[in-house]
C-alpha cells in the first residue's frame, strides 16, 4: 500500500529542511513504500528554491506551486488532486505532527482495513507540547460542539493529522472549503457518509520556526459553516452521498 503525504507550505523556507528530512528519514527506515508531495503556495520567501535543493537528496519528495486561489484548504487540495499512493495524509510543513506517529496511522489502516485513521492529541497517549493556552481553550470547545452536533465519537476533528484511503477521498468530493476549515470537512463528511474509521492518539508540538497560518478571528465562522453544512447533508440528503457499500464491505 503506497503512502502520499501531502504538506501544504506558505512561506516555510527554515521548516521545510528538518520536516522533509525526518519525515523520509522515518518512512524510509520502516520500508514503507512513499511519495512526499509539498504544495508550494505560493510563497513569497525562498520555499521554492529550498524544495529544488532538497529534492537533490530526497528521491521521495515531489513539489508543486499552487498559482491560486491560495489558502491552507486550497493548497492541501492541491496536492489531494495530485497524489499517486492508495492512501494520503495531511501533515504540516513545520513538523508539529511526528513522522512516527503518521507510521502508526499507517500500519492501524494496514492492520483493520478502516477508510480513515484520525489522530487525537487529547485521548489517552496523545500530548500536545507548547499549546498556547487560548488556543487550546477554543480547540476544546470547538471539538465539543462538533462531538454534541453531530454525535462523531471522536474528540479531535480539528487535528489535520489523519490519513484517508485514495476512496475515501474521492467520496468525500467535491470540496468546499478554502481555508483550515478543510481540517473538519474532511473527516465529518467521512463520517456522515459512512466511511469507517480508526482513532490513534498522536503528539503535537509546537513550531520552532516561523509563525502559525491560523488566524482564529478569521476562521469561526468557516469552522460552523462547514458544521452547518454536514449537519444538513446528515438530515436532509436522504443518503445520496452515503459510500456505496461492496461485497468486502
Not at 523556507?13 to 527506515?29: C, I, N, V
Not at 491552507?72 to 499512493?85: C, T, W
Not at 511526528?98 to 489522530?119: H, I, N, S, W
Not at 500530548?127 to 480547540?139: A, E, F, Q, S, W
Amino acid at each position: 500500500m503506497k503512502l502520499s503525504v501531502v504538506i501544504p507550505a506558505y512561506n516555510e523556507e527554515e521548516s521545510l529542511p528538518e520536516t522533509l528530512r525526518t519525515l523520509y528519514a522515518t518512512l524510509h527506515r520502516y520500508g514503507i513504500d512513499h511519495e512526499i508531495v509539498v504544495t508550494n503556495d505560493n510563497s513569497k520567501d525562498r520555499t521554492e528554491q529550498v524544495l529544488r535543493q532538497l529534492q537533490a537528496e530526497i528521491p521521495t519528495l515531489t513539489y508543486y506551486t499552487n498559482p491560486g486561489p491560495n489558502g491552507f484548504g486550497y493548497a492541501v487540495r492541491y496536492g489531494l488532486e495530485r497524489f499517486s499512493g492508495d492512501c494520503v495524509a495531511v501533515m504540516m510543513a513545520d513538523l508539529s505532527d511526528d513522522p512516527e506517529d503518521l507510521v502508526r496511522f499507517y500500519r492501524k489502516m494496514q492492520e483493520t482495513g478502516v477508510d480513515a485513521v484520525f489522530g487525537t492529541r487529547f485521548g489517552k497517549g496523545g500530548k500536545v507540547v507548547d499549546y498556547p493556552r487560548l488556543k487550546l481553550y477554543i480547540n476544546r470547545v470547538a471539538n465539543l460542539i462538533v462531538r454534541l452536533m453531530t454525535g462523531i465519537p471522536y474528540n479531535d476533528t480539528t487535528n489535520a493529522f489523519k490519513l484517508y484511503k485514495r476512496e475515501t477521498i474521492e467520496g468525500v468530493k467535491p470540496f468546499l472549503s478554502p481555508h483550515f476549515n478543510l481540517t473538519v470537512e474532511l473527516p465529518l463528511k467521512a463520517y456522515v457518509r459512512g466511511y469507517t474509521f480508526a482513532i490513534v492518539p498522536n503528539s503535537w508540538t509546537n513550531r520552532k520556526y516561523g509563525e502559525s497560518k491560523l488566524k482564529i478571528k478569521e476562521m469561526g465562522s468557516r469552522y460552523f459553516f462547514i458544521l452547518i453544512y454536514c449537519m444538513i447533508e446528515k438530515w436532509f440528503s436522504r443518503g445520496d452521498y452515503l459510500k456505496k457499500q461492496t461485497k468486502k464491505d
